[in-house]
């Protein structure tokens, strides 16, 4: 499902970017420039985020 539709970012790439480390709406807009152009998609990514990161352990906290 596309979330950002400014940049074509779809949910997909927001929980790739989840397990590649990114915590926060902020990681994930520096690597995919979700939020960067409308915001309209901020909370949508918001959430998709949250969800990931209690689905999946972070293990770049720790380190």
Same mark, same amino acid.
């Given at each position: 499902?596309?979330?950002?539709?400014?940049?074509?970012i779809?949910?997909?790439q927001? *929980?790739e @970017?989840?397990?590649?480390?990114?915590?926060? $709406?902020?990681?994930?807009?520096?690597?995919?420039? #979700?939020?960067?152009q409308?915001?309209?998609?901020t *909370?949508m @990514?918001?959430?998709?985020?949250?969800?990931? $990161?209690?689905?999946?352990?972070?293990?770049?906290? #720790?380190?």
């Amino acid at each position: 499902m596309y979330v950002c539709l400014c940049h074509a970012i779809t949910d997909t790439q927001i *929980k790739e @970017a989840v397990s590649q480390g990114d915590i926060s $709406l902020a990681d994930v807009k520096k690597r995919l420039g #979700v939020g960067s152009q409308c915001g309209k998609c901020t *909370k949508m @990514a918001g959430q998709i985020i949250q969800r990931q $990161l209690d689905i999946e352990p972070n293990y770049y906290e #720790v380190a």
